[in-house]
């Protein structure tokens, strides 16, 4: 009998330039592919995730003719059985990197050790994996820009050649295990929401129209919500359903400030999981403790006003804008992640993990270490962060990048009769705020004054 290789598909839901699938199918010709539906990081992902990852899969699952197995359970004793179950003498994986997923994996790799099966991991998301790139004292970067320097100098694999011509197992050989369809891991989604198209071939599409219409303009256009400016790639790059590296080998052979740029965004991305792997508590703890000694809201009226940032009723129209673009569609733009999360952590006086779970929870593209370290640059307490004086003015955060007022529009029905900039002051206009929408529920100036008195009295 041929033996097989095991393909634990995690957050590489792709079959082009893939380390793992390639190593796989040179290891035995015959694979059989896997995702294990893990109930530990599902019931910790919202509704809109829940739906493109049961999308992504089937799209996965299609685009190999269905020979993909979901089965469901904990990893560590769905694998060893499926490993005997097809006699797999290995199981193949791209490296994960994020807290759970490396307490996950050595508890596999203990119990696939003692049923006699090889682990074998080859890449992972991102083109360098967290924890390479290091200071020559071999320490980690805190700073961005020499870690930027460090990373662009330890380069990165050119893209792995394609995962066609495998002889995938088909999942209805495999005794005694139940295999499920993915739409029973989708919950449904908040009425009203429209998801992104998902999968590998969106992925690529998305990202060569972008490639040849925007990359060019991508560095004045890029913090602009009213243009289609960024790439809307973090959702893939989430499930892997595109490589960092495909992205990368793409900007090599451009000169424009626009493919410089992108490609120093692309490595925020992998600072943060660099941040993540050396310090895992970071996710949820301040990194500069500093900002948790701040005297921080609770009880009335901040749950009140909690409420209307998250539905997008604080009466300050660029804020607003954002929240329901997040709730209209699990993707906010950067710069909107970065005034509404300053609005929540300065003008609102709350601590930056109530607004982080509020993102996971509607984010498409939820990602602990972009996300938590967002939420930590923008409060002042990150690896790497703004100072905290530095806040973000909702007023003309709005004027500047949305000048004729065209984002704020296009969220906010309520104020779609306003003209041009006017849009961003509605308590301006002769007839007073239009009906239907809030007038501000803070003084943006009083609360600035209020954060900068909080930081002042830190202990
Ligand atoms: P583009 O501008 O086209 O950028 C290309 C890629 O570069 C992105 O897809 C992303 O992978 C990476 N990137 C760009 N900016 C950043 C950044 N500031 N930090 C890290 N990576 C970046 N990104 C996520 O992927 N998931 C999150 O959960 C997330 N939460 C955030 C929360 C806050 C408070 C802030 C300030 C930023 C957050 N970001 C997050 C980063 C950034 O906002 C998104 O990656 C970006 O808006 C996604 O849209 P895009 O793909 O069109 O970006």
Redesign the pocket.
């Known amino acids: 009998m041929t033996s097989t290789s095991l393909l634990w598909f995690r957050r590489d839901l792709r079959l082009g330039d893939h380390p793992a699938l390639a190593a796989a199918a040179d290891h035995n010709h015959r694979v059989l592919g896997v995702f294990v539906a893990d109930d530990v990081p599902l019931d910790a992902s919202g509704s809109p995730r829940r739906a493109v990852l049961a999308r992504t899969l089937a799209a996965l699952a299609q685009a190999m003719d269905g020979r993909l197995l979901i089965a469901h359970g904990r990893p560590r004793s769905v694998l060893p059985r499926l490993a005997r179950a097809v006699d797999a003498d290995v199981v193949h994986v791209s490296a994960d990197y994020g807290p759970y997923g490396r307490r996950r994996d050595e508890q596999v790799q203990r119990a696939l050790q003692d049923a006699g099966v090889e682990w074998v991991a080859t890449g992972s998301p991102y083109a360098v994996a967290p924890g390479r790139v290091r200071k020559s004292n071999g320490e980690r970067y805190a700073v961005f820009t020499p870690f930027y320097r460090g990373w662009t100098d330890h380069g990165w694999r050119k893209p792995a050649r394609s995962g066609s011509g495998v002889d995938w197992v088909d999942p209805g050989e495999v005794d005694g295990i139940t295999a499920h369809d993915p739409q029973e891991y989708a919950r449904t989604v908040p009425a009203g929401m429209s998801l992104p198209e998902v999968g590998e071939q969106a992925a690529l599409d998305g990202w060569r129209t972008?490639r040849d219409e925007a990359l060019d303009d991508?560095d004045g256009d890029?913090d602009r919500p009213d243009r289609p400016g960024?790439?809307?790639?973090?959702v893939y790059?989430?499930w892997g359903s595109i490589h960092p590296r495909t992205l990368l080998a793409d900007l090599a052979g451009r000169r424009s400030t626009g493919a410089a740029s992108?490609r120093r965004?692309?490595a925020?991305?992998e600072f943060?999981a660099d941040s993540v792997f050396h310090l895992p508590e970071s996710v949820w703890t301040s990194v500069d403790p500093v900002i948790d000694r701040m005297a921080w809201d609770s009880g009335q009226p901040a749950e009140e006003r909690f409420e209307a940032w998250r539905a997008g009723r604080t009466g300050y129209p660029f804020i607003d804008a954002g929240m329901r673009q997040l709730l209209a569609e699990g993707?906010?733009?950067?710069r909107l992640?970065?005034a509404t999360?300053s609005f929540l952590i300065k003008d609102l006086h709350l601590p930056w993990q109530r607004?982080?779970e509020h993102?996971?929870e509607h984010?498409v593209?939820?990602?602990y270490a972009?996300?938590n370290h967002?939420?930590q640059?923008?409060a002042g307490s990150g690896a790497q962060a703004a100072p905290f004086f530095r806040i973000f003015n909702p007023l003309t955060q709005g004027e500047k990048f949305d000048p004729s007022g065209d984002f704020v529009r296009r969220y906010i029905p309520e104020l779609r009769d306003v003209p041009g900039r006017k849009v961003h002051r509605p308590w301006e206009l002769d007839g007073g705020v239009p009906a239907g929408y809030p007038e501000p529920i803070v003084d943006h100036a009083d609360e600035r004054a209020e954060a900068l008195r909080r930081w002042q009295q830190r202990g």
Request: hydrophobic share 45%.
């Open positions: 972008f991508y890029r960024t790439s809307h790639m973090s790059l989430k992108y965004e692309l925020w991305r943060y993707w906010m733009h950067n992640r970065m999360a607004g982080a993102f996971l984010l593209d939820g990602d972009s996300n967002g939420w640059w923008v």
